[in-house]
């Protein structure tokens, strides 16, 4: 399916304030990820930085129909995730640069951030738990008898992992209320799915479970929030999890400062940037009348601002103070 053919095929379009609200949510996350990448070549972030380029249409078309209590459990690349789920790009920005201002007080870093009061439950620098702890939150939810919703965010390389087989399993054998969003970008690291999988294709999993799946262009904002919204209702009203395989790419190297040559061609690299979401996004809303020109140009100013000042209050914020060290730690010995 072409790009936003999905978008216009759709029976109802979302109201126009979400359509701006979505188009701001892209542009927060692609300013602060670029702010991010500059940081670490400056020095400021410390550890590893896997950015979220080039799939930001995901987190946002998902993330617009949950709440504050639906649970949200991601990957390494979590930055997109946790700023769509209400985390601030201060508190992105200082986790990062390692700060007490950070969502984790500066203890976890890139790959490890950290939100519950507004349902970011956790990013993993390891392949594959997010989906069993998803599982879990679905779990938790329905002894409960609340209709809130786990989601799994996870790359193509966590489907060949047994978490993906346990976790997709129970969630239909119990009709949990979760989404398993994977976000396939084509490589595990610099692995080639289509060499490390039987089958390439995620979507066409969810069958084999019993369970609802679709695949969808997960450069299209809108085809995104379609599914998501149909599988978050389906969630909501007991009839159990859906399989969302997004089709995306990665447009920078896996992670800041690794290389990226070798393992994928330039042309494919630029044939996918050609097909960058938010382009591709804004085109359409101005295409189809939906915001002119000087709406969207207002937004990219007012982000640009927030997100530099939050670099700038990042720089400026305190380092955990070292008595404070084994705050936090839970021992069971």
Known sequence: MTDYQAAQEMAELPEPEQLLALYRQLITIRYTEEQLARSHQMGLVHGACHTYVGEEAIAAGVCAHLRPEDAVFSTHRGHGHALAKGVSPREVVAELFGRATGCSQGRGGSMHLFKPEVGMMGTSGIVGPCILQ?????????????????????????????????????????????????????????????????????????????????????????????????????????????????????????????????????????????????????????????????????????????????????????????ETVSEHIFNQG
């Open 134 to 322: 998803a599982t879990g939150a679905g779990y938790s939810f329905k002894l409960l008898k609340k209709d809130n919703v786990g989601v799994a965010f996870f790359g193509d390389g966590a489907v060949n992992n047994g978490a993906f087989h346990e976790g997709l399993n129970l969630a239909s054998i119990w009709k949990l209320p979760v989404l398993f969003v994977c976000e396939n970008n084509l490589y595990a690291t610099e692995v080639p799915f289509a060499y490390a999988a039987g089958n390439p294709h995620v979507g066409n999993r969810g069958p084999a479970y019993g369970m609802e799946s679709v695949t969808v262009d997960g450069n299209d904002v809108l085809a995104v929030f379609d599914a998501a919204g149909a599988a978050v209702e389906r969630a909501r009203s007991g009839e159990g999890p859906t399989l969302i395989e997004c089709k995306t790419y990665r447009t920078r190297a896996h992670s800041e400062g690794m290389r990226d040559a070798g393992y994928r061609t330039q042309e494919e690299v630029d044939a996918w940037k050609a097909r960058d979401p938010i382009t591709h996004y804004r085109k359409w809303l101005l295409d189809n009348e939906e915001a002119g020109p000087e709406t969207l140009s207002a937004i990219e100013a007012e982000i640009k601002e927030v997100v530099a000042e939050a670099a700038e209050f990042a720089r400026n914020s305190p380092w955990p103070e070292p």
